[in-house]
């Protein structure tokens, strides 16, 4: 196949570490700019999950030059938003708007970063919308059962809570624990500057070298994570007694990003429960009419990932859709998928690909994550032939080392009273409630 359009990255190393790639997308005059650091939730302290993300959207509500509203207004108008967040490995922060306001994105975006105020207030404005959200979340099931199963299979590691915190570590946080995850890892040696637009490569690469070379810091470097373990099966119960359907999870430590596996991984996972005419599907909403959604995923990430199920199902039918879900898994790993499935999975994937790549906001996360993750370019421009190299038995050695099998987490989220028992069959059951699991 022909390789997918690219664009060529100029990209340059400061004598401060930080890190800067420009992509040159001519003929829209739009520009995407990302400053992305590879600190995450993981290095939330104990006692203190949630740290990381309160301390990337706190600054974002003011600098040392600009309080809050003024950053807002300054923002506006540019017809952007200023966006900022974290995941497990990284922080991140990110606009766009028309190419001929690129000197002042680029002031504004790195200022934020390297010169944030944290205003208390603001800090405390932003910890009890947190905390809000949190008690919404107690009324969604589906997400309950998520943040229940990232615990049940991680555990203590340091991916084993959501990036957005837990209620009980929120309420301890203040403007003093964000400035100090700022001053310990914030720093220009975690930095890379990403822009994406129809801008020239070799004025934006001075514009960034002269904004981002000025940034001193004692930041730590971040330590090496040990690979999160896979554990005995287990089953935990969220009790909600007034629902009607469980929702129903399947997890175990899985594989991380930079994995040569990578490729294997995608393709068998959209075999068995990516797509929605895959093995999954067929089996649980089609032939038995339990469900009318289902799906699998590997979730990747820098020392480790996780491969995990999803759906959802009556009550009285939890037990068994597990069983099926089990069972074709195992069936997988035995005999990897058929050649239908694995030439339907392959076309799906390589032609939904370029679809990901279409904007420069995407093509900006997608550097990004290139340089979080150290991958080559060639991953992108190379996708289609190299889905279509995956073979039935890349497919199955994958299975047989990453589906869950003996072991395999199990987290529902319904009534105890009803799953309790009917669940015991898959492992030792300990029952939560919906506050402990969020």
Not at 83 to 95: C, I, P, R, V
Not at 136 to 146: F, R, T, W
Not at 239 to 256: E, N
Request: aromatic share 6%; net charge positive; hydrophobic share 40%.
């Amino acid at each position: 196949m022909r390789p997918l359009p690219f664009p060529l990255l100029a990209e340059e190393r400061l004598d401060n570490s930080a890190a800067l790639v420009v992509a040159r997308r001519p003929g829209i005059p739009l520009v995407a700019v990302r400053l992305v650091l590879s600190v995450g939730a993981a290095l939330d302290p104990a006692g203190g999950h949630g740290t990381a993300h309160l301390t990337a959207i706190s600054c974002r509500r003011g600098t040392r030059r600009l309080g809050g509203l003024a950053l807002d207004r300054a923002v506006e108008s540019l017809g952007s938003e200023l966006g900022s967040g974290s995941d497990e490995d990284a922080s991140f922060f990110g606009l766009s708007a028309p190419s001929e306001h690129l000197p002042r994105l680029l002031q504004l975006v790195t200022q934020v970063v390297t010169e944030p105020a944290f205003p208390a207030g603001e800090v405390e404005r932003l910890r009890r919308r947190e905390l809000a959200g949190l008690r919404h979340l107690l009324d969604e099931p589906g997400a309950v059962a998520d943040r229940a199963l990232l615990r049940t299979v991680h555990g203590d590691h340091p991916y084993g809570h959501p990036a957005d915190g837990t209620a009980a570590h929120l309420r301890r946080l203040s403007r003093a624990s964000v400035a100090a995850y700022h001053r310990r890892w914030y720093g220009p040696g975690v930095a890379t500057l990403v822009v994406v637009g129809d801008v020239p490569e070799a004025a934006t690469l001075a514009r960034g070298r002269r904004l981002l070379s000025r940034w001193r810091s004692a930041a730590d470097t971040p330590p090496l994570l040990t690979p999160p373990r896979r554990a005995p099966r287990r089953v935990v119960v969220v009790d909600r007694p007034d629902l009607t359907q469980t929702q129903v999870r399947i997890g175990v430590a899985a594989l991380p990003r930079r994995t040569p596996d990578y490729f294997a991984a995608t393709v068998a996972n959209a075999a068995f429960g990516g797509g929605f005419t895959s093995r999954l599907v067929q089996a649980i909403r089609v032939d038995r009419g339990l469900s009318y959604g289902v799906r699998s995923r590997f979730s990747m990430s820098r020392a480790g990932g996780m491969f995990y199920v999803s759906s959802f199902t009556r009550n009285d039918a939890a037990a068994e859709l597990l069983e099926v879900a089990f069972a074709e898994a195992r069936r997988f790993a035995d005999e990897g998928p058929t050649p239908e499935e694995l030439d339907r999975a392959r076309a799906w994937l390589a032609g939904t690909h370029p679809l990901s790549l279409e904007t420069h906001e995407q093509v900006a996360e997608r550097i990004a994550d290139l340089r979080l993750y150290g991958l080559e370019v060639a991953e992108v421009t190379g996708y289609a032939d190299r889905v279509q190299a995956v073979t039935a038995e890349d497919c199955r050695r994958v299975a047989r080392a990453h589906f869950p099998g003996d072991d395999g987490a199990v987290v529902a989220v319904g009534p105890a009273r009803l799953l309790q028992k009917s669940l015991a069959r898959f492992g030792p059951v300990e029952v939560l409630s919906p506050g402990r699991a969020v």
